[in-house]
Every structure is written in C-alpha cells, then in structure tokens.
C-alpha cells in the first residue's frame, strides 16, 4: 500500500463527513499491520462538543472492530486546506497512545500537497500511562 493509494482511501472516506455546522470535511484511512483499511470522516452534533474527527473515528473504529493496540501501520488524513491536513492535539494523543511512536501519519489537502511525519513527532513529549512506558 503506497501513501497515494491510502490517501485516494482517505479522499473516498471524506466524502461521507458529516458537517452541517463547520462544512470542513475531513477524511480518514487508517491501515493496519493486518493489511485492512479503517475509514475515518468527522462526524459533527448540534450540541458541539460531541464532534468527532476523522482521525478519531477511524482509530476507534478500527478498535472497535478488534484491532489490538499497536497494530496500526500508518494513517492517511485529507482536507480542504492550504497546506497539508494536520490532526488536531487530541486526535494527537490518541495516535499517540493507540499507534507505533514510528507509525507515519500521511497529511494532505486537495491538491496533493503532501507531508508525512511520525506520530512521535507530531506529539514531543506525550502524555503516556505508566503501564505504557515498557511496552
Ligand atoms: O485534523 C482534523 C481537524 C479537524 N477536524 C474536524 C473537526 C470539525 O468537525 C471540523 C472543524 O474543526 O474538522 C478533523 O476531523 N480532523
């Protein structure tokens, strides 16, 4: 799976964002270390605070579906924006938590203006539990 072929998956997952409130639709594709894709878009609510982005919504997902902690092998994000798409401070934490600290996070816009960095490097100094420090 090339950063392309993840990022046209993460154009695809956009496209079902529900954003009545912001209209920025975000899109998603998380791969896992099994080879399956876990799409992603944010999901907006009238009440505001219960929104969830894009890269959110496939991480949980992918959990959900039954993928273990750290079998993640990289996350494709897209947006409108002038440069490349950049995960908000908690979606941060939560790569940061459920990812490989050298798992490549695929940033992009519209235009195909593309950057990659680690999650490591998206989030110095991140929150981590003690029980996580070993591991
Ligand atoms: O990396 C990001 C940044 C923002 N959003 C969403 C949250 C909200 O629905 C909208 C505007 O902030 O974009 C994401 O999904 N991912």
Known sequence: MTNEQLLEHAMEA???AYVPYSKFAVG???LDTSGHIHYG?????GAYSPTNCAERTS???????????????AIAVVADTNGPCTPCG?????LSELCPQDMPV???NLRGETK????????PGAFVLEEHKNI
């Not at 992918?62 to 079998?71: L, M, Q, Y």
């Not at 908690?90 to 939560?94: D, I, K, L, N, T």
């Open 41 to 45: 878009c944010n999901v907006e609510n």
């Open 106 to 108: 695929i940033m992009s």
């Open 14 to 16: 956009r496209k079902r």
């Open 28 to 30: 998603s594709a998380l």
């Open 90 to 94: 908690v979606c941060r934490q939560v």
């Open 59 to 73: 991480l949980h997902r992918a959990i959900a579906d039954g993928v273990k902690r750290g079998a993640f092998a």
């Open 116 to 123: 990659v960095m680690t999650v490591a490097e998206l989030l």
